[in-house]
């Protein structure tokens, strides 16, 4: 498995790709770009977004180089949304609004019990981070956020409380400083689920 500073540099490598293609990005109509490079993710807001955080609060366990690409990546990405403040906000909401579907299916899959013996939280909960992303850019000015979005995150966060059991921060440990507990919560522990019988 890899350590948090192996998946930091990845996630440096993807920030700076993505960045390079955001104005493309938020001048087109679509949601998932194709990856922009081979073996990265889909380019999204929320997928910009998660990587962000994490990197702004995280540099300092990287190179200086690495540093340097990094505020760049930022940088460019500041001035493409500078001219695109509406196009931003309408695709980050739409965004969100696939997220959060993305998410719900995961509740309901945790309240059916049809988790299968693969299913990995850790990997999971991603969605969940990446709509904590959008929501906070969103709450910056001069955008404005939709009441209804959080509404909906307020009731899937009720049905994963009622199944969570607390412990350790789930993601690598150089990661924690990033993700203060009384925010990521969903971060420090898994819901308890138990696996529906294949023969019944």
Known sequence: MQDGNERL???????VAMAGQMDQYLDS????????RGG????????????EHRLRLLAGLLPADQQAQINAAMTQFNQVLADR???????????????LRQWEEYIKDMD???FDRSSNYGTAVETRAIIQALL???????YQTEARPQQHLE?????????????DFIWPLEWEPAYPR???WWLYGSPHVTERDPNS
Do not use: C
């Open 9 to 15: 540099t990845q996630d440096a490598a993807v920030l």
């Open 112 to 114: 059916r019990g049809t």
């Open 182 to 184: 009384p925010t990521y």
């Open 85 to 99: 403040v509406v196009r931003f906000e309408k695709k980050a909401h739409n965004e969100l609004e696939a997220r």
């Open 155 to 167: 009731t899937l966060d009720t049905r994963l409380r009622s199944r969570f059991v607390p412990a």
């Open 136 to 142: 906070e850019k969103l709450s910056l000015p001069p």
């Open 40 to 51: 990265m993710p889909a380019l999204t807001l929320g997928g910009y977004l998660l990587r």
């Open 29 to 36: 109509d679509i949601l998932f770009w194709p990856a922009p």
